[in-house]
């Protein structure tokens, strides 16, 4: 791990990982959902490593917000 999205994002990710396993039933369906954010992940650290930072930023908070909705629903 060498810049700043690659710690975030990993992080991000973990934590993804741990709601999905604490506040939810499990089941496919569910974890669909969580695929979304850890996608956005994935492609927040490709795109803030290449130098789009707002877009990294953008798709960092979003992937934050989806996970959000999806554990309080």
């Known amino acids: 791990m060498v810049t700043v999205y690659d710690v975030v994002t ?3 990710f ?7 396993f604490m506040f939810t ?8 959902h969580f695929m979304l ?3 956005a992940f994935a492609i927040a650290n490709q795109l803030g490593n290449g130098g789009r930072d ?5 798709l ?3 992937g934050i917000g989806y996970t959000y909705l999806i554990v309080r629903h």
């Open 25 to 32: 039933d499990g089941g496919m369906k569910i974890l669909a």
């Open 54 to 58: 707002v877009l990294a930023i953008i």
């Open 37 to 39: 954010p850890a996608a």
């Open 14 to 20: 973990a934590c993804v990982v741990l709601t999905y």
């Open 10 to 12: 990993v992080t991000c």
């Open 60 to 62: 960092i908070v979003a």
